[in-house]
């Protein structure tokens, strides 16, 4: 319970917290922000870190603390992101299926390859911008056995454009005094707004769904007439 506390406030006042690191680690920064985007993107069990919040304050504190160098902080950041989607797939593709092959049909491994041998590009970049899903994708890419040349080709580019609109975005609109004064309502935005492709699938697949229904319930209804 205190680790949620814990983790919760460091969302919250992740501008605080993150301008303390600089004051405290000054170029170590570079490392520990390293790590963590690499453990959010690379890590099945780590979904909870923070990743969107965490590069758009990291981009406005480059910009009025002049501690990090914003052009290598966004380089790294793009090494982390690319590598930790990498490792995650990889960790997917060798222990996924031998971890959950005792819980998961075969067909259904079938099914999940088949669907991210058509879909699996687009899911690995939209998936950049998905807080949790974001973790999820390489790994189940993995697990489904994705072509690794398909992968690496969205991953790449995932992996740049992500840390790109993240780390700019707080360069370039971190100093606006509104941002300044409510960074916790711009954390909680940022966390709101890259949850909305998700509601949006999810309400089409509702949607899809109810419509296959009534076209089944249709054909049975023509059936016994």
């Known amino acids: 319970m205190d680790f ?5 406030d460091f969302v919250l006042h992740i501008d605080v917290h993150l301008a303390e690191i600089i004051n405290t680690f000054g170029l170590w920064t570079y490392a520990i922000l ?8 690379g890590l099945v069990v780590t979904p909870f ?31 982390a992101a690319v590598a930790g989607d990498t490792a995650n797939y990889w960790i997917g593709r060798y222990f996924g299926p031998k ?3 005792r819980f ?3 067909k259904y491994l079938d099914q999940t390859h088949a669907f991210y041998e058509k879909h699996g ?14 973790t999820f994708a390489p790994f189940v890419a993995g697990i489904g056995k994705m072509s690794y ?46 949850l909305i492709p998700v509601f949006v699938e999810w309400i089409k697949g509702v949607r899809e769904s109810r419509k296959e229904k009534r076209q089944l319930k249709a054909e049975a209804t023509e059936k016994v007439q």
Do not use: C
């Open 104 to 106: 998961i049909k075969q």
């Open 149 to 194: 040349g398909h992968f690496i080709s969205y991953n790449i580019i995932g992996g740049i454009v992500w840390p790109a609109i993240m780390l700019f975005g707080g360069y370039f609109f971190g100093q606006i005094e509104f941002v300044q004064k409510n960074f916790s309502l711009v954390a909680i935005g940022i966390i709101v707004v890259s």
């Open 99 to 101: 971890v959950f092959a």
């Open 49 to 79: 870190l923070p990743g969107d919040s965490l590069l758009f304050a990291a981009g406005a504190l480059t910009s009025s603390l002049h501690v990090l160098d914003i052009k290598l902080l966004y380089l790294l950041m793009v090494i």
């Open 121 to 134: 590009g687009k899911t690995i970049f939209l998936a950049r911008f998905v807080p949790i899903i974001r």
């Open 34 to 41: 390293f790590v963590i985007i690499f453990i959010e993107t």
């Open 4 to 8: 949620i506390k814990m983790l919760i």
